[in-house]
Every structure is written in structure tokens, then in C-alpha cells.
């Protein structure tokens, strides 16, 4: 059974950081590429940042381009999203995705909601 269960969302104030993760089970978590997705109120869910499956390459949405960092370790089958200096247009609700083009396989976590009050 696939399972992806995400953690660290809260209520913070402008400038904070939060560190969000994602644990993964149920599938070899090191043959997907991984992703943070975001989705705030009346908005189409966007991308945030993603990650390759060796953890060699990443890219970001220019919203959250050196504020956030997003790394993954294989061993713990756990990606993370590191966010700092948030502001109050990051509150969404974030979500987890993995996904493999080899086994044409798309997976998505329930989303941690994350608030960010000015």
C-alpha cells in the first residue's frame, strides 16, 4: 500500500522557517523523482520544488528560489521541504508528490497546511 504522509505545517509569522517531510512507504522510494506542491485558497495547485531521485538535481518555482531548499534522504525513504523567510503568501496547503515515468506511477500525500500570519 502506497503511502505518502506529510508533517511539519503550522501556523508561523512572517519570517519564520518551517521544515516539512514526507515519509514514503509502499514503493522504492529512490526510483521516483519527488515534489512539493502547493495549493492556496481558490489557486491552482503549483509546483514548488522537486527533486531527482538520486538527489543530484533539483529546481524550484522562482516564487520560493532561494528561500526554500528541498533534499531527500533514500535511506529514510523521507523527502523534506526546508522554508524559510516565509511570507504571508506561502500559506497553502502543501503536498507530497512522487512520481516515476519508468513505471508511469503518480502518487500524492493528504497536504500539511501551512500558515503564515503578517
Known amino acids: 500500500q502506497v503511502q505518502l504522509v506529510e508533517s511539519g505545517g503550522g501556523l508561523v509569522q512572517a519570517g519564520d522557517s518551517l521544515r516539512l517531510s514526507c515519509a514514503a512507504s509502499?514503493?522504492?522510494?529512490?526510483?521516483?523523482?519527488m515534489s512539493w506542491y502547493r495549493q492556496a485558497p481558490g489557486k491552482e495547485r503549483e509546483l514548488v520544488a522537486a527533486i531527482g531521485n538520486t538527489g543530484g538535481s533539483t529546481n524550484y518555482a522562482d516564487s520560493v528560489k532561494g528561500r526554500f531548499t528541498i533534499a531527500r534522504d533514500n535511506a529514510k525513504n523521507t523527502v523534506y521541504l526546508q522554508m524559510n523567510s516565509l511570507k504571508p503568501e506561502d500559506t497553502a496547503v502543501y503536498y507530497c508528490n512522487a512520481h516515476s515515468w519508468m513505471a508511469g506511477s503518480n502518487y500524492w500525500g493528504q497536504g500539511t497546511q501551512v500558515t503564515v500570519s503578517s
Open positions: 509502499g514503493f522504492t522510494f529512490s526510483n521516483y523523482r
